[in-house]
């Protein structure tokens, strides 16, 4: 075939065995291919109320998570999720939670909550309380659960995938058919490790779904100022890693790319690179003035676009009253009310929690 | 009940702002998530948005106001079904009787702090740590010769034999079998999928390293030398070093990093680093730095079972020396203790790695001349054992440090500080060390020469100590 003729430069080369580079029959195009042909996923009424119910936690417990911060109540950094809440539940409701891994950065809280992390716990790591799922050591953007196959809240960008990169070598090492889902933002896709990691994963069919969270913004900077590729998905292409472009604010969108990009991962195929576009309301961080956008672009994106609003429409369609769904909306006030509680009236860490966890073991 | 909102703060350290505008006006109905007014400060303006749904009853600050105190109510919001007119009287009702009252500070701040100062004033004691002794080699032990290089290999295969978990990644250590071939054989023995080539990339396969241990497996990364490691520095602090900390003990990171540190020979600054005082600086790490045969092997299986990440510092011009090591079935080492290399009743010599060598060479010249040196080798740069150093001191009361590597924020000088700070009373001179010189190393011969440590140098210093 021309093609291969072509892609084969030297005979040595092709003579190479074992590599990604030997599948003649890649395609880098299939997985979007057969995503365009499905991309609404066939949800129930039961699974889309649950969404429903999820994305509103999420976005209830991060307005509230905002409040805390105003009050004085949350320090340092916190980078609320509102407006990507899509994102998180589309794809981890697609996760088979006995063996799979999940990994981000610093943009945390919405993926703990998306698998029904108790969301006092984490409200009170916000806090920096003893109750806190990290003792509050951790902090918004150190949270982990280790029981969820949660592996964090990390704070340098990009760092988490290398990270995911291990924990999927891990799955494949025991061969417990787990895949990892390592999430990073448009932001953490110009680091260089996510290029090595690509290279490594590609190589090694690292059963890993890399999902670049695109909400526009890294900090302050536009991708199309920061980005000579801002079509993430194409990113992967030197590796041979096939892209997704997914809406990602359409959490029934989300959730159909993620059942073409996991199956072709646990098929043993390698690595799978999504780009789920969406758009983050708030500033990248508690303490961002947000002079970068305009206030009619924010208020388009959630006139027009916003995922809950989004799946509110379909329910209704579907018969649902607004009744049901202001029931929903007041169970989850209550939740978040419980949890803010929580996390205002338990205690601060013991003072002799200072000196606890620096090494596991006594030397 | 009438929700009252009251003025936030955009960052824990703001204390006042000004309303610059309000984007609601009474009688408006707000859900959650509308932008309500635009605070500003001298710093930044922000959105204020509402986490409520109601009516806007009564705007209490009125836009253009300077100098609004966080937690200063602004507005009140009825809540559904409620009238909103009479949520604005109780408001006000409410405001008037507060009067000129300062608004009710966050919980963070005030009393409440004050107490928790007070109870955080008895500081808690920070751990001590009580290394434990080498094992006792038993009678009639077999002592074979074996180089450096061999007993690191072989540490590795036999804790590959004991747990599934272990493999080995890094750069030329499966086909190649090792750029310094202390991997010799491990392919041939384990198989690819426990002997990984990597692709030249230390940041990435550093991080892939780290998450695999974060997974649950008990991975070795070979760095080609530790100056490569550099690029992969972010994983090892960031990643690996602080993760079990940071979960409050969830995450378990038991990964061990490893290769060769330091100076080799005539490879130029780039290649000839010791990096010791960088990782020994940071918690959450333990950093091991061998000498001979019997230690590395015996610390780097010790390294391999820890459940906490380990950088594990070895010497390529050490690879090839031999040194007599106890042919036993599992010999594994204590972390965290130092070991008396020589003993002494004159002055004591500490040092690690490679600087070990010097050390005894200059004891043994000493010797000649009658001062008997005790020489400590570290083994372990952290945790450190603090007390096999002061019980020295404390009989020879005089101390030299040698150390391979740059004087400056060094090893020698944590030693030179604990000294200081707990063996003062023993000390009958000052401690000196005896470093590189503080120069990137050169190439040349002669300057490279220079530039490094070496048992002269420790001689004049200990005679310096001495006062002979």
New interface residues.
């Given amino acids: 075939m021309a093609r291969t003729a072509k892609t084969r430069k030297t005979p040595a080369k092709s003579q190479q065995q074992g590599g990604p580079s030997d599948d003649s029959d890649f395609a880098l195009h299939s997985l979007q291919e057969a995503f365009e042909k499905a991309k609404v996923y066939d949800a129930s009424e039961d699974e889309m109320m649950e969404f429903y119910r999820q994305m509103l936690l999420i976005?209830?417990f991060e307005?509230?998570a905002?409040?805390l911060?105003?009050?004085?109540?949350i320090?340092?950094f916190c980078h609320l999720y509102?407006g990507q809440e899509a994102v998180a539940i589309g794809l981890q409701s697609a996760l088979d939670n006995d063996k799979d891994?999940v990994?981000t950065g610093y943009r945390d809280h919405g993926h703990m909550l998306a698998y029904g992390i108790d969301p006092k716990v984490i409200m009170a790591e916000l806090t920096g309380r003893q109750a806190?799922?990290?003792?509050?050591?951790?902090g918004s953007m150190?949270?982990?659960?280790?029981e969820h196959k949660f592996?964090?809240?990390?704070?340098?960008v990009g760092?988490q995938?290398?990270?995911?990169?291990?924990?999927?070598?891990?799955?494949k090492?025991?061969e417990d058919g787990g895949l990892c889902l390592a999430y990073f933002g448009d932001g953490a896709a110009n680091q260089?490790?996510v290029y090595?990691?690509f290279?490594?994963a590609s190589?090694w069919k690292l059963p890993i779904v890399f999902v670049i969270e695109n909400n526009q913004y890294a900090m302050g900077t536009s991708t199309a100022r920061s980005s000579a590729e801002t079509e993430f998905y194409r990113r992967g292409t030197a590796f041979r890693i096939p892209g997704m472009d997914v809406n990602g604010m359409d959490v029934l969108e989300v959730r159909a790319a993620a059942e073409v990009a996991f199956k072709h991962v646990r098929e043993g195929n390698g690595p799978v690179l999504m780009e789920l576009n969406t758009y983050r309301?708030r500033?990248h961080s508690?303490?961002?003035?947000?002079?970068y956008r305009t206030?009619e672009e924010v208020q388009d994106v959630?006139e027009h676009k916003d995922p809950i609003e989004g799946l509110k429409k379909v329910l209704v369609d579907k018969g649902k009253s607004e009744d049901d769904l202001k029931a929903i909306d007041k169970e989850i006030r209550k939740i978040v009310s419980e949890a803010a509680d929580f996390s205002?009236n338990s205690p601060?860490p013991e003072?002799?929690e200072?000196?606890?966890?620096?090494?596991?073991?006594?030397? | 009940m009438a929700i009252e909102l009251?003025m936030?703060?955009?960052?824990?350290t703001m204390e006042e702002g000004t309303i610059a505008k309000w984007l609601v006006k009474e009688g408006d109905t707000v859900s959650?998530?509308d932008?309500l007014a635009e605070i500003e400060t001298d710093?930044?303006?922000?959105?204020f948005?509402s986490?409520d749904e109601g009516t806007v009853g009564k705007i209490l600050i009125p836009e253009g106001t300077e100098n609004v105190k966080?937690?200063t109510v602004i507005a009140v919001l009825a809540g559904e079904g409620e009238d909103a007119s009479e949520a604005a009287a109780s408001a006000e009702a409410a405001t008037s009787d507060e009067g000129e009252q300062q608004p009710e500070p966050?919980?963070?701040?005030g009393e409440q702090e004050k107490s928790?100062d007070e109870?955080?004033a008895?500081?808690?004691s920070?751990?001590k740590?009580?290394?434990?002794s080498d094992p006792a080699i038993p009678d009639g032990t077999n002592m074979a010769t074996v180089t450096v290089r061999e007993a690191l290999r072989d540490a590795m295969a036999e804790e590959m034999r004991r747990d599934e978990r272990v493999?080995i990644m890094g750069e030329e250590v499966a086909e190649y079998q090792g750029a310094y071939k202390v991997t010799q054989g491990l392919l041939e023995e384990f198989g690819p999928?426990r002997v990984i080539d990597?692709?030249i990339?230390e940041?990435?396969?550093?991080?892939?390293?780290?998450?695999?241990?974060?997974?649950?497996?008990r991975?070795i990364v070979e760095f080609m030398t530790f100056n490569f490691a550099m690029q992969a520095i972010?994983?090892i602090v960031?990643?690996a070093a602080k993760?079990?900390?940071?979960?409050?003990?969830?995450?378990?990171c038991p990964v061990v990093f490893r290769g060769p540190n330091g100076a080799a020979s005539r490879v130029g600054a780039q290649h000839s680093q010791n990096y010791g005082p960088w990782y020994a600086s940071v918690?959450?790490l333990?950093v091991i730095a061998p000498y001979d045969s019997s230690d590395a092997k015996g610390l780097l299986k010790a390294a391999i079972r820890?459940?906490?990440p380990v950088v594990f510092l070895e010497n390529e011009l050490v690879y090839g020396r031999s040194f007599e090591l106890p042919e036993l079935d599992d010999h594994v080492l204590?972390?965290?203790k130092a070991r008396i290399v020589r003993e002494g009743s004159d002055v004591t010599i500490v040092s690690y790695s490679i600087g070990v060598g010097f050390a005894l060479q200059a004891a043994e010249k000493l010797a000649e001349e009658g001062i008997e040196a005790e020489v400590i080798d570290l083994r372990?740069l952290r945790?450190l054992d603090r007390q096999t150093i002061l019980e020295s001191l404390a009989k020879t009361n005089r101390l030299v440090v040698a150390e391979e590597g740059w004087p400056t924020c060094s090893i020698a000088s944590e030693v030179i500080a604990i000294c200081m700070e707990e063996g003062f009373d023993h000390l009958d001179a000052p401690v000196l060390r005896v470093c590189n010189e503080d120069v990137p190393l050169p190439y040349a011969a002669n300057l490279e020469k220079m530039a490094l440590i070496d048992a002269p140098r420790i001689i004049e210093a200990v005679k310096k100590v001495c006062y002979v």
Wanted: charged share 20%.
């Fill in positions: 976005r209830r307005e509230r905002g409040q911060y105003g009050l004085g109540l320090g340092g509102i891994s990994i806190g799922i990290s003792k509050g050591k951790g150190h949270m982990f659960s280790t592996y964090g809240g990390h704070g340098i760092a995938v290398a990270l995911g990169g291990g924990l999927a070598l891990a799955h090492y025991n260089g490790q090595e990691t290279n490594m190589l309301y500033g508690m303490s961002d003035p947000a002079k206030r959630r205002e601060e003072a002799s200072l000196y606890t966890d620096v090494l596991v073991e006594e030397y | 009251k936030p703060a955009l960052s824990p959650s998530g932008i710093k930044a303006t922000m959105e948005e986490i966080v937690g966050p919980a963070s701040s928790d109870k955080d008895i500081a808690p920070k751990p740590s009580e290394p434990k493999f999928k990597t692709p990339t940041y990435g396969f550093a991080g892939i390293g780290t998450g695999a241990a974060m997974g649950g497996l991975p972010d994983h960031n990643s993760t079990n900390y940071m979960s409050g003990g969830q995450m378990r918690p959450g333990i820890s459940e906490d204590p972390i965290g372990t945790p």
